[in-house]
C-alpha cells in the first residue's frame, strides 16, 4: 500500500483479468520521468481482491493506492506500525497493512466492487486555493506551498522533482517552516507549480504521528497522548482543516 500512488497498480500483467487498453494515461515516478499506463482491470489473488488496477510495467512493485481508498468512502486509519481499512457502514475490517519504509505491505485487503463508487481526481478551486487555504492530502509525499512568502528560512533545493499527476514534473525551489494562523509546521517544500497548499498524511506518519480518515474526518493525533493535532472534512479528494495546526514543536521534540 502507498500513500503516494493515485491509482492501483501492477507491473504483472498475468494478475489482471478482463484488463482494458489504456491509452494516453501516464504516471509519475517522482522524478519528473513518466511512466505508460497500459491497461486496467481487476485483480484477485491471495493476497488482494480489488477491481480497477492499472497495468504500468515501469513500476518497480504492485501498489495498492490509500488515495484511491479514500475516495471509496473506506476508512483509513495510520498509525507507526502500518494501516487498517475499515468499512464506514459496520466497520468491518477490509485489510490492515505494516508499515515498511515508504510503503504499507498488506497483509490481506479485499474489496467488493459494490464499494468502488469513484468520485473525480484531486481538484481544489483557485478561488479557494488563492485564500491561502491548506489541505490535507494522502498523495502528497511532503508538506508543499506555492506561496513563497509563506515560507522562513528558506532553503534552496536543487534537482527535486515532484510529479504533476499527468506525467510532467514540478521542481521543487526550497524548504522552510510555515507559521501561520492556519498551521504551523517544518519541512514545507515551495513548489510554485502546485495549485494549493497541502500537508502529506505520509509525511505526518513519518514523524510518529497518528492520522485517522473516518466519516468524512481526518484527525491527526500524538501517539503518545493521544492529544489531537488538528482535523480536517473532507472535501473532494482532499481535507480542508479547520481550528490551527500545530506540528513544528513536535516535530523538534523529536529530532533531540
Known sequence: MATAATNHMT???????????VTGRVVSRGNGAGLKVHGSGAVNTETVAIPDVWHVPGINANLVS?????LLGLNIS??????????????????KARRSAQLLHTCSVYLSRRFFDRSGPIFVCPEEAAKGKW???????N?????????????????RVVGGGNGAGLQVHG?????????????VWYVPGINCNLVSVGQLCQLGLEVSIFRGVCTVTRASDGSVVGKANRSGAVYEPFGRWKIANFRKRQVK
Request: some cysteine.
Open 11 to 21: 507491473r504483472d500483467q498475468s494478475l489482471i483479468s478482463d484488463l482494458k487498453p
Open 66 to 70: 490509500v488515495p484511491q481508498l479514500s
Open 78 to 95: 495510520f498509525d507507526r506500525g502500518g494501516c487498517t481499512v475499515t468499512r464506514a457502514s459496520d466497520a468491518s475490517v477490509v485489510g
Open 135 to 141: 489541505y490535507i492530502a494522502t498523495a502528497a509525499t
Open 143 to 159: 508538506h508543499m506551498t506555492r506561496d513563497q512568502s509563506l515560507i522562513s528560512d528558506l532553503k534552496p533545493v536543487t534537482g
Open 175 to 187: 524548504s522552510g517552516a510555515v507559521n501561520t494562523e492556519m498551521v504551523a509546521i517544518p519541512d
